[in-house]
T-cell receptor
Framework: DTEVTQTPKHLVMGMTNKKSLKCEQH?????MYWYKQKAKKPPELMFV???????INESVPSRFSPECPNSSLLNLHLHALQPEDSALYLCASSQRESDTQYFGPGTRLTVL | GQSLEQPSEVTAVEGAIVQINCTYQ??????LSWYQQHDGGAPTFLSY????GLEETGRFSSFLSRSDSYGYLLLQELQMKDSASYFC???????????FGKGTMLLVSP
């Protein structure tokens, strides 16, 4: 198994909703990442988990809350989002933090 | 911090060869990666150069010159399916995450 999976593929939510994005990999990778990508822009790093511990938070607003329940799973909990948070949210994983990153297909999020 | 420059758009015809350049400025340097992203899809890893020289993988090759802070992605025998955005990305020494360039949109026409 050499892929990163993400659910859901699409998500529409209101500004008062609470939702979660899920990411899973079974490659034995010990580093996992959340990126945000706006249209026609490069991915922007949000969070890095290494060995299930948060190692980097790129000054992301607290309405985004990451969680790494185990070495294969990564969640992103969303609460009280703004319309400008609408974007493609990408999960990636790598063997370790310094290794090549492999991306999942992303969740297309629309905040109304 | 890091900054990367790459052309915003490149056009070519099927069967041709195209080169996408990337120049970077970093406080340290660990390696240059290339990713392909089709519209609506996820970035797909293409290649990684940590040392100077050319890396070849099928129709794609990537080159790095650390002294010039420069690299390129070479795509040969272009196919319509190669139409996509291509991102270079650097990993800064001591800072293990990737910083992406703004991306180059490659348009391949018949």
């Amino acid at each position: 198994d050499t892929e990163v999976t993400q659910t859901p593929k699409h998500l529409v939510m209101g500004m008062t909703n609470k939702k979660s994005l899920k990411c899973e990999q079974h490659m034995g990778h010990r580093a996992m990442y959340w990126y945000k990508q706006k249209a026609k822009k490069p991915p922007e790093l949000m969070f890095v988990y290494s060995y299930e511990k948060l190692s980097i938070n790129e000054s992301v607003p607290s309405r985004f809350s990451p969680e790494c329940p185990n070495s294969s799973l990564l969640n992103l909990h969303l609460h009280a989002l703004q319309p400008e948070d609408s974007a493609l949210y990408l999960c990636a994983s790598s063997q370790r933090e310094s290794d090549t990153q492999y991306f999942g297909p992303g969740t297309r999020l629309t905040v109304l | 911090g890091q900054s990367l420059e790459q052309p915003s758009e490149v056009t070519a015809v099927e069967g041709a060869i195209v080169q996408i350049n990337c120049t970077y400025q970093t406080s340290g340097f660990y390696g240059l990666s290339w990713y392909q992203q089709h519209d609506g899809g996820a970035p797909t890893f293409l290649s990684y150069n940590a040392l100077d020289g050319l890396e070849e993988t099928g129709r794609f090759s990537s080159f790095l010159s650390r002294s010039d802070s420069y690299g390129y992605l070479l795509l040969q025998e272009l196919q319509m399916k190669d139409s996509a955005s291509y991102f270079c990305a650097v990993r800064d020494l001591g800072y293990s995450t990737l910083t992406f360039g703004k991306g180059t949109m490659l348009l391949v026409s018949p």
